[in-house]
């Protein structure tokens, strides 16, 4: 098949603006609707239906390699996986997937004995939708109802309903603008839950008594602050509904009992600038983890009555990071991360403390789902560069680590013929990075060999060494699979997020390539010869080291990639803005964030210079990453680089910022970009 000879070309329209005295020139501007969220301008879907067309022509000779790539994919899903039940109550919860399907079946039956019965059928829910995700599922604590939300276009606006599960039959419709959690109340009657307005915001959370008209539901709490969210959850013991709001640096808690609707929301503590704090309760204390007077946070606990006043029980430390904290019947559970490596910590009451043990010297840990107060075990979740995901409970009465399951690869998984490291690469101001890497015990590292390399740093998101099937496909063709943790990430503690957001971004665009030349020092590759991908704030990276270091690069995928820094984060009425200010800066009131996220965004950065092959791709209904910031990056990209090598774009005109929702579907894009990486740097030998 031809392709098509040339990749389509954007108009380039006159559009400047002036701020703190630069003039900024924009010609790209209008890729953006200017009636967004509604895209329907015929010039702006014309040229991403073109990108698309080109996208198709240019992969259309690999479509062999990208059906191999998929077969492989799919064959190490497990078709008829099913999660491990576990008992909340009367009832043990579990889901399934069908032969074939593509998305999950919620089940439930009797711990006592019975029949299984089927809670939501997602698979049925998705007919006929070109999009379908599951967002809350919530069963009433009498057992009898479901509170369910969805989103069928990728917007992230949730269709909220109440189910009654003797009959399967939605009988309420709550809102059609649901985004988060939801809650049931002690009695049955009512739930809370949280709405965005028309800025994608979750702005307010509300209770709504079942039987009402919705138009009378109760706000509980409204925030006002254009860059704060709010969230509604519920202890663990049950007795509070947790009503938080917050940005990136500061939060604040109430409570409202989930027995008695008609009180007042408990404030626990008034907002504080850069102070962060969550809630939990056992025992009719609270239980409260905080940063106040560490970085890396300690546990404090209160009375309900005077919730303010915060004594410690675990003080912050330099070298033990606590991340968050559940406060079961017998035990507070601490999950925690020390010299960047995952641990649970048990604390019982009396003072006493023991961690749980895990096998391996590298891995990521935590508890998976916990429904109940006082469970006999806990459960956790638990995998490595090497190891399947694997379900364990522990008996903190016997200290037995029981698994429960080990993730299954029909088509089969030796992990002997694989090797994981754990580097430690100096970067250019002397701090120690680390990088976790996955290979064949075959791979050679003589500096001639093939690495993929993966981060993300930013937002305190700490990428997991975890293990991932589809990396398999790249190992069994010869390359080498890192992670670099790098600044902006929490991976090394509070800190290590502080140290690359804001004022100090640069510092992890410089560790990622700091990581990569590392890693050429190390064997395990030479310029030229290394795969880079990253999504979201991890495009904005890629889009960043595209412009400062091409000539690293064999190929770049950058996935939903957020590449017009300036420009959004001056934009107001877009959905995360102002929420956004404390991770980048306001370059609207700020010169200086102003002339520092000039100075790395990359759409804003783009020159004349040789670019390596990039595939790029967004979502039409993304909120988050608004369609036009990949749209205009490629556009500039087109129009500037001085190379032949190929650029593409994708953008799913049905879906938002994760792409395709069906299993199947996400994974045949998955295969288009691996094929994308292997046809710009060489397949290797099949796999055996």
Do not use: C
């Amino acid at each position: 098949m031809l392709m098509q000879p040339r990749p389509p070309v954007a108009a380039q329209k006159p559009h400047s603006y002036t701020r703190h005295g630069h003039v900024i020139d924009d010609p790209w501007a209008w890729l953006k609707d200017a009636g967004y969220p509604k895209v329907e301008d015929p010039e702006i879907l014309a040229y991403l239906e073109a990108e698309n067309a080109w996208f198709e022509a240019a992969m259309a000779p690999h479509a062999d390699l990208v059906e191999t790539l998929f077969g492989e994919m799919k064959g190490r899903l497990k078709e008829d996986d099913a999660g491990v039940p576990q008992k909340d109550g009367d009832w043990l919860y579990w889901w399934a997937f069908r032969p074939g399907g593509q998305y999950r079946v919620w089940h439930r039956k009797p711990v006592g004995g019975g029949a299984d019965q089927i809670i939501l059928d997602e698979p049925a829910e998705a007919e006929g939708k070109e999009y379908f995700r599951l967002g809350a599922l919530e069963i009433s604590p009498d057992g009898r109802l479901a509170a369910w939300s969805a989103d069928d276009n990728g917007a992230e606006r949730f269709t909220l309903r109440i189910r009654d599960l003797a009959t399967g039959v939605d009988i309420e419709t709550v809102t059609d603008v649901a985004n988060g959690a939801v809650v049931w109340n002690a009695d049955s009657s009512a739930v809370a839950y949280t709405e965005v307005n028309d800025n994608w915001r979750t702005y307010r959370a509300r209770l709504h008594v079942l039987g009402s008209d919705p138009a009378g539901d109760v706000t509980l709490y409204e925030e006002a602050d254009e860059g704060f969210r709010v969230a509604v959850s519920r202890t663990q013991d049950r007795a509070w509904i947790v009503i938080a709001t917050g940005d990136h640096e500061t939060s604040e808690v109430r409570l409202l009992p989930a027995d008695d609707l008609a009180a007042a929301p408990l404030l626990v503590s008034p907002r504080q600038p850069k102070r962060q704090y969550s809630v939990d309760s056992a025992h009719g204390r609270l239980w409260i983890l905080t940063n106040d007077d560490h970085v890396n946070f300690r546990l404090a606990e209160a009375d309900p009555a005077t919730p303010g006043a915060w004594t410690t029980v675990i003080a912050g430390s330099d070298r033990h990071y606590l991340r968050g904290v559940t406060s079961f019947a017998r035990h507070l559970v601490v999950q925690e991360r020390e010299d960047g490596l995952d641990q649970v910590r048990l604390r019982g009451y009396d003072g006493s403390e023991a961690r749980i043990p895990f096998p391996e010297a590298s891995y990521t840990a935590g508890l998976a789902a916990n429904p109940e107060y006082d469970p006999p075990a806990y459960r956790l979740a638990y995998s490595s560069m090497v190891t399947p995901g694997t379900v364990y409970d522990f008996d903190p009465a016997t200290g037995a680590l029981t698994t429960l399951k080990v993730q299954e690869i029909p088509s089969g998984y030796d992990p002997a013929l694989y090797a994981t490291e754990r580097l430690t690469i100096t970067a250019r101001d002397g701090t120690s990075v680390p990088v976790s890497v996955v290979y064949r015990r075959d791979f050679v590292k003589d500096g001639t060999g093939k690495l993929f390399l993966y981060a993300y740093g930013a937002y305190g998101y700490a990428y997991p060494p975890s293990f991932s099937t589809l990396r398999l496909s790249l190992l069994d063709r010869g390359f080498a699979f890192a992670i670099a943790h790098i600044r902006g990430g929490d991976d090394l503690g509070y800190r290590w997020y502080l140290d690359g957001k804001a004022e100090k971004r640069w510092n992890t665009f410089h560790d990622f390539v700091d990581a990569a030349n590392g890693l050429i020092a190390a064997g395990f590759t030479r310029a030229g010869s290394i795969a880079i991908n990253g999504g979201s704030a991890g495009g904005e990276l890629m889009g960043v080291v595209a412009n400062t270091d091409p000539d690293l690069w064999g190929a770049v995928v950058a996935d939903v990639p957020f590449v017009d820094v300036l420009n959004t984060m001056q934009d107001e009425s877009l959905p995360l803005t102002p929420g956004e200010w404390p991770e980048w800066g306001n370059p609207i009131t700020d010169p200086a964030a102003f002339d520092l996220i000039r100075s790395y965004s990359p759409y804003d950065n783009v020159t004349a210079q040789a670019y390596p092959p990039m595939l790029i791709t967004g979502g039409l209904n993304d909120p988050r990453v608004t369609y036009w910031e990949p749209a205009k990056w490629a556009a500039k990209l087109r129009a500037t680089k001085t190379d032949q090598n190929i650029l593409l774009l994708k953008t799913n005109m049905g879906a938002g910022h994760g792409g395709k929702s069906g299993r199947f579907d996400s994974l045949r894009e998955d295969a288009e970009a691996y094929a994308f990486i292997l046809t710009r740097m060489g397949a290797g030998p099949q796999p055996a």
